[in-house]
């Protein structure tokens, strides 16, 4: 009975070591965690004196009064130890407050099914709190830096404010040895570029750990430059649902400001052909626009200005001459004709991929 506590004991004092090298929490929960540490080495060191008292296979003590005193003491800080190490755990989910999603609900299901997938085995609903040790949002922004994603992440591990002050080699070091030993699932929000995950810190996903990493972005092209496994393209919204987000991005307000605009936004919503991207920046464009003429400039500005070079948006002022369905010629390409062919379709990919143009046949 000793024995096994005893061992119990060494086990829960290793992974406290290793938590208050990981979270260096709070001052007033470190004090306390600190304090049952020691008292852990108090009684750890006395094991030996304790073992030596045992006799017939270690069932029996030589000093009764002593080991019995000892192993109450034992049991006391084991839950002592357990109890201040629940204080250090970080949460595996923290709830995040988003907008209410519109159409998305097939969208949302099969994303979730592919994030439960391993290898063949399918986990529940149930299963997810037990699934992974960890889930982490981090927001990335078009002006990609590194170490503010390494700040988010260290902010989610509920980390010291001295760890943020340390050089990026040393805050990818410090993540990566905290998430080595974690199962999580790592949310990469709308990147814009190839995001480093070894620069981050960010250990690869293994057979043994289990992790899975999600990516959002706006461009096909950047799923490929992440070599992401899998992915989904988020489908196209029914004439109503696409009605109903368009109205909530422009709001009531802007909505009422002209008798015109409600059936300008309708023929928006319609042409956006019930991409959710094009509703939702369109939407929001158009929100504090007031008079048509806003209008009809937030939705010829729209997407334009992201576009790579000025290959590609020549080619699509040129698309946007012809007539729906009409066929539209290739590029000169230096009166080579293969060479107009191919880069003609690399140009008209960019266009489909940033959904500006659809690809039809």
């Known amino acids: 009975m000793m024995e096994g506590n005893l061992e119990a004991l060494e086990n829960t004092m290793q992974e406290l070591e290793a938590k208050r090298d990981d979270l260096l929490r709070r001052v007033v929960l470190e004090e306390d965690r600190e304090n049952v540490a020691s008292q852990v080495n108090d009684l750890l060191k006395a094991r030996s004196d304790q073992t030596r008292r045992l006799c017939l296979c270690g069932y029996c003590s030589q000093n009764l009064i002593s080991s019995c005193d000892y192993g109450k003491k034992l049991a006391k800080k084991l839950i002592a130890e357990k109890l201040v190490a629940e204080k250090f755990s970080v949460p595996k989910v923290k709830e995040k407050h988003i907008q209410t999603t519109v159409g998305l609900d097939t969208t949302v299901e099969s ?39 390494q700040e988010q992440i260290l902010v989610r ?7 943020t002050q340390k050089t990026e080699m040393e805050k990818a070091s410090y993540i990566y040895n905290i998430l080595n030993r974690k199962k999580l699932v790592l949310l990469l929000d709308n990147i814009w570029s ?57 709001g009531e307000i802007t909505l009422k400001s ?64 012809f007539p729906e369905d009409s066929e539209i010629g290739f590029i000169d390409g230096n009166g080579d004709k293969d060479v107009a062919n191919y ?5 008209i990919g960019s266009l489909v991929r940033a959904h500006l143009l659809m690809n039809c046949v």
């Open 258 to 321: 002209h008798n015109d605009i409600p059936a300008l936004a309708g023929k928006v919503a319609e042409k956006c052909c019930g991409l959710p991207l094009a509703l939702s920046v369109i939407g929001k464009a158009m929100s504090c626009k007031e008079t048509i003429q806003e209008w009809h400039h937030a939705v010829d500005a729209w997407s334009y200005d992201g576009l790579k070079d000025e290959k590609v948006k020549s080619c699509f002022l040129y698309c946007s001459l």
């Open 111 to 149: 994303v979730w099914n592919h994030l439960m997938r391993d290898g063949s085995r399918t986990l529940g609903f149930l299963e997810v709190v037990s699934g992974f040790d960890i889930v982490i949002w981090v927001v990335v922004s078009k002006d990609l830096q590194n170490e503010v994603i």
């Open 194 to 250: 190839k995001v480093d995950l070894n620069k981050i810190g960010v250990p690869p996903r293994t057979q043994r750990n289990g992790s899975k990493i999600l990516v959002t972005t706006r461009s096909k092209e950047f799923c490929n430059d992440m070599e992401v496994g899998e992915t989904m393209e988020v489908k196209c919204l029914s004439p109503n649902e696409a009605w109903d987000l368009c109205q909530r991005k422009v």
């Open 343 to 347: 880069q003609g379709h690399d140009i």
């Open 157 to 163: 591990l509920v980390l010291d404010k001295e760890c």
